[in-house]
């Protein structure tokens, strides 16, 4: 199922135009459909945006996610950014840096499908009240 512009905006907290400035850097697809992995990179990259990483250091880590498939756990220190699948790839990562945020992306994953369930739910809700009423 794809969602428009601005549907995605919606279902991920980010505005339209971060949407195509984002898809203009080449860090998320750019519309006319985002898919379920589109919005998921979008959260990703709002998350890793706000722990205080660059655009161009946000580019490696959403290929670690792609190549993952949103099992992989992204640790930064707002310097670098290390993907990690295994709780030992994880510990070691934190060993590096003891100041280090930890973006789980299955957490991104699950609210993404929050979201679009509750998104789906409202629109049938309102089609169902267009044929009562």
Not at 15 to 32: F, K
Not at 55 to 66: D, E, T, Y
Request: glycine letters at 10%.
């Amino acid at each position: 199922m794809g969602f428009t512009a601005l549907q995605a905006a919606r279902l991920t907290d980010a505005s339209r135009a971060q949407l195509d400035a984002w898809a203009r850097a080449g860090l998320t697809a750019q519309g006319p459909e985002y898919g379920f992995e589109d919005l998921v990179a979008v959260r990703v990259v709002v998350a890793l945006l706000d722990a205080g990483l660059s655009l161009s250091k946000i580019r490696p880590a959403l290929r670690h996610v792609h190549a993952a498939g949103g099992t992989v756990r992204l640790v930064t220190d707002g310097e670098a950014v290390w993907s990690c699948v295994t709780d030992g790839e994880l510990l070691a990562a934190l060993a590096r840096r003891p100041l280090a945020i930890v973006v789980d992306v299955s957490q991104f994953v699950g609210a993404t499908a929050l979201a679009i369930s509750a998104f789906d739910a409202e629109r049938e809700g309102f089609v169902e009240s267009l044929r009562v009423g």
